[in-house]
């Protein structure tokens, strides 16, 4: 997994070469309900220090989270919507930092509460960051500056529940390719149930489900908005879980909807007009054993999509799409130790809004977009083999994949240059690259490893070490090169020290440089960073108290993002060195 890195608040995901339209952000398993699809400088209302774990879904798995899940989904897990009674009747979580680099103070809590029945849920975080240094200068305009509350709730009966939480986001940051910075919040309501049945065959229903009021406004250094982008989302998913039913041991049957209704005032305007997308879908999910170590999975689903906006033609369309997607896969036990799985999925996707009604300027990213109303469903044709091996105090898992697409959708730089009118010229004496989404065929291909093995277990702690690489390659069919903002190869390693009252580790990663290139893209240099982190856990009296120090880029690696459409303009950020204090209780 990489990121955009496009800036210190914007950055999305990007799962084997994919992301924006091909990677689905959640929150506790609904949408993130923003606009982050609509423009890499756009960022994603999830914190880091409201999150408590974060669940990557790849394979047939995606099929739950629709076609705009096609690459992967990223789950940010934080139990707003308490899943469970506590243990205890009160417990609290603290954590402050300070780090160097942008002279960054954060800090946020954590509040679980239980009253007979019930289960409260609370959370706060502040974040503030300066403009951020770099091997080579100060990176101008990457301040960042975030804060966010939330309250939840659940009611325990039985072996079922029912729960809702508030949210709140606010978000400051700049776009260090611009002068402007963006102006951010969103307001999010999240319901989460489980009704236990134990009919027959049906365990359980489940229902999760959101409804999201957000809005930015970029503004000039002085304050004076120049765009505003609104975004009210609803989305929401019902599951009906069945145990053994003949042949099959367990099964899931689920409803999906979505309504998303988008639009933007101001110069943004001239982006894109407001658009309307709503979408129902139906899937499977089944497992049926095929022996004592063999088991088949298989999934379906059914989408219908349907987008209304404005193109450059200025003539409302409206558009439907009905996307089928299937997999199946065999997982294999061969030995206790050994366990291989393979899986083939057809998954289509349907064009995003963006993709469709584009049709002007969009001053982040610097480029003047402009969609293709007449774009076709996107498909994939996919097999990945996997292995999971356990050899003593040796571990292994990894996998090699291949995705066939037809009708690839991707953002195209003509090599021109636009003014904010759309007069556009050859070269680049004008400020806007040209940017007109296409389709064609292409094939992604890649293969990941990660491994660990533990040196010395003794009574003293454990001393590990492990290593891990990744490599994509992605082409157009027919010879017509490569696909643009392709990760490059990631190789790395680490050893860590673990006992009772400190932990210590240290890990390297290099990453190749980008020489692999699509039309009117620039090559991006390779780096090594280096990064190490030290935990301590001084009273044993009190275990929940602990010091941390976190090291990151500590060689200070001059470090483009290959991913990112500004990488020619920004730089990563140089070395940081964090202090961590964290209390539980």
């Known amino acids: 997994i990489a990121n955009t890195g496009f800036a210190s608040g914007a950055s999305r995901p990007v799962i084997r070469g994919m992301d924006s339209n091909r990677v689905k952000i959640l929150e506790d398993g609904v949408s993130s309900s923003d606009v982050s699809d609509v423009g890499p400088d756009h960022g994603v209302p999830i914190d880091p220090l409201a999150t408590q774990r974060l669940e990557v ?215 894109m007009l407001p658009t309307l997308t709503q979408t129902y879908a139906g899937y499977v999910f089944t497992e049926v054993p095929l022996g004592a170590r063999l088991n088949l999975q298989a999934a379906g689903r059914v989408e219908s999509v349907g987008i209304s906006g404005t193109p450059a033609s200025n003539i409302v369309t409206t558009r439907q799409f009905i996307p089928l997607s299937a997999s199946a896969g065999l997982l294999w036990d061969a030995t206790d130790k050994l366990k291989l799985g393979l899986t083939l999925t057809s998954a289509a996707r349907a064009p995003g809004q963006t993709e469709l009604f584009a049709r002007g300027g969009h001053d982040g990213p610097q480029t003047f977009e402009t969609g293709n109303p007449l774009l076709k469903i996107e498909r994939s044709n996919s097999v990945e083999a996997n292995a999971r091996a356990t050899l003593g105090r040796f571990t292994f898992e990894g996998s090699v994949y291949n995705a066939a697409f037809s009708n690839y959708i991707y953002g195209n730089l003509t090599g021109r240059t636009c003014d904010d009118a759309g007069n556009c010229v050859n070269g680049d004496t004008e400020e806007l690259r040209e940017m007109n989404y296409a389709q064609r065929g292409a094939n992604f291909w890649g293969v990941e490893a990660k491994t660990s093995a533990v040196i010395i277990d003794s009574p003293a702690g454990v001393f590990s070490a492990n290593m891990l690489a990744d490599y994509v390659n992605a082409r157009f069919s027919g010879g017509a090169g490569y696909v643009p903002r392709i990760q490059p190869y990631r190789v790395g390693g680490g050893l860590s020290w673990n006992a009772e009252t400190y932990n210590f580790s240290v890990q390297t990663l290099g990453v190749g440089s980008r020489t692999q290139l699509s039309a009117f893209e620039t090559p991006t240099d390779g780096y090594i960073e280096v990064n190490a982190e030290a935990d301590w856990r001084p009273f044993t009296s009190r275990p929940g108290f602990e010091i941390a120090l976190v090291g990151s880029n500590l060689t200070d690696a001059v470090r483009r993002n290959a991913v990112s459409i500004n990488k020619d303009l920004v730089m990563m950020p140089g070395r940081d060195i964090r202090l961590v204090l964290r209390q539980t209780f």
């Open 57 to 271: 879904v790849r394979g047939a798995a995606t099929l739950r989270y629709g076609s705009q899940a096609i690459g992967g989904v990223i789950n940010a897990i934080n139990n707003r919507v308490p899943l469970a009674l506590p243990d205890k009747d009160l417990s609290v979580e603290l954590h402050g930092s300070y780090g160097t680099n942008a002279n960054t103070g954060q800090g946020g809590g954590m509040v679980n509460l239980r009253a007979g029945q019930f289960a409260f849920y609370a959370d706060g975080f502040l974040r503030s960051a300066q403009d951020y240094d770099t091997p080579l200068g100060v990176q101008n305009n990457s301040f960042n500056r975030q804060k966010g509350v939330s309250l939840g709730s659940s009611y325990f009966f039985g072996d079922s529940r029912a729960g809702a939480a508030l949210v709140h986001y606010d978000s400051k940051y700049g776009i260090p390719s611009d002068t402007t910075y963006i102006d951010m919040a969103q307001n999010k309501l999240l319901t989460n149930e489980s009704l236990q049945i134990n009919a027959g065959p049906l365990e359980k229903i489940t229902f999760q489900g959101g409804y999201s009021d957000y809005k930015h406004s970029e503004k000039t250094p002085a304050g004076t908005v120049v765009s505003t982008f609104l975004n009210k989302e609803l989305d929401g998913r019902a599951e009906a879980i069945f145990g053994g039913i003949g042949p099959f041991s367990s099964s899931a049957l689920g409803l999906q909807f979505n309504n998303r209704r988008f639009s933007a005032l101001g110069a943004a305007s001239n982006y």
